[in-house]
């Protein structure tokens, strides 16, 4: 296997990983109709590789498993996540657009995951707006200054190297 495949499949499971343990480290602001999700923060990862876009699929799953996730937000919320990193992937040349594909995605489908998943009452329009919000604050904000934290050092911690 070339080098580049292992540093790949390095990088994915290194987010999956951090993905998994900020989920449930700070699992209750990450579930239900009201939620800042900390570990969404990563979803500015695929800027700067496209490993980020398995590994936050993966994490994302796993996450939702180990934080209890009902099995339609395990799927659809996996399945967003991945939709959304492959579309930040695409956005990389603007890295002020990286976040808005998860802000979005997760502000669409989360409500009605909360809604037919959890029975959760709370209007749809209403939860798209609380989902929106932590998504802002988690993508937009967080996300955001995580990545103008790892911008400076992306040729030493992201490169890919081919032996």
Do not use: H, W
Not at 18 to 37: A, E, I, N, S
Not at 70 to 89: R, V, W
């Amino acid at each position: 296997m070339k080098r580049s495949k292992v540093q790949f499949l390095t990088q994915a499971a290194m987010i999956a990983a951090l993905y998994v343990v900020l989920t449930y480290l700070f699992q209750p602001f990450g579930f239900m109709d009201v939620q800042v999700r900390i570990a969404e923060a990563l979803t500015i990862l695929p800027f700067f590789t496209p490993a980020a876009i398995p590994g936050l699929f993966v994490g994302c799953f796993l996450g939702n498993i180990l934080g209890g996730a009902c099995l339609l937000d395990i799927i659809l919320g996996s399945l967003t996540t991945l939709a959304a990193a492959a579309i930040s992937y695409l956005l990389r040349k603007n890295k002020y657009l990286v976040a808005l594909p998860p802000i979005i995605g997760n502000a669409l489908v989360v409500p009605f995951v909360l809604r037919i998943g959890y029975a959760i009452p709370t209007p749809i329009p209403l939860m798209m707006l609380t989902v929106g919000i932590g998504e802002i604050i988690s993508c937009g904000i967080l996300g955001t200054m995580l990545l103008m934290a790892l911008d400076k050092y992306k040729n030493v911690i992201f490169k890919q190297r081919v032996a």
